[in-house]
């Protein structure tokens, strides 16, 4: 069992950076893959980035590639989202999640086995 907690979230201003954490706790947090997800009112949760257990692979949507990094800290088991250039677009509740096994299917929202409670972000233009 493995049980997230995002923080960092908030309002900010378009062109502005937020740093995303998520701890979790619980056995084997270093054997997860790890993704990062949003969803905006009225629509469906989409992928916005996943880490490999090692951190060697990265992932991301078009719509956040070069604006922001995902990235890990194993020894303090959390994973961070960097999201930089933010726009009104970024608008959403952000969800860290934890795949189990294989790294297969990253962006896919069905493969994870673990979610956090999500962290508003909100953009202002």
């Known amino acids: 069992q493995v049980q997230l907690v995002e923080s960092g979230g908030g309002l900010v201003q378009a062109g502005g950076s937020l740093r995303l954490s998520c701890a979790a706790s619980g056995r084997s947090f270093s054997t997860y893959s790890m993704g990062w997800f949003r969803q905006a009112p009225g629509k469906e949760r989409e992928f916005v980035a996943a880490?490999?257990?090692?951190?060697?692979?990265?992932y991301y949507a078009d719509s956040v590639k070069g604006r922001f990094t995902i990235s890990r800290d194993n020894a303090k088991n959390t994973v961070y989202l960097q999201m930089n250039s933010l726009k009104p677009e970024d608008t959403a509740v952000y969800y860290c999640a934890a795949m189990n096994g294989l790294p297969f299917s990253l962006r896919d929202t069905s493969k994870y086995n673990y979610w956090g409670q999500g962290t508003q972000v909100t953009v202002s233009s």
């Open positions: 880490i490999t257990w090692s951190g060697g692979s990265t």
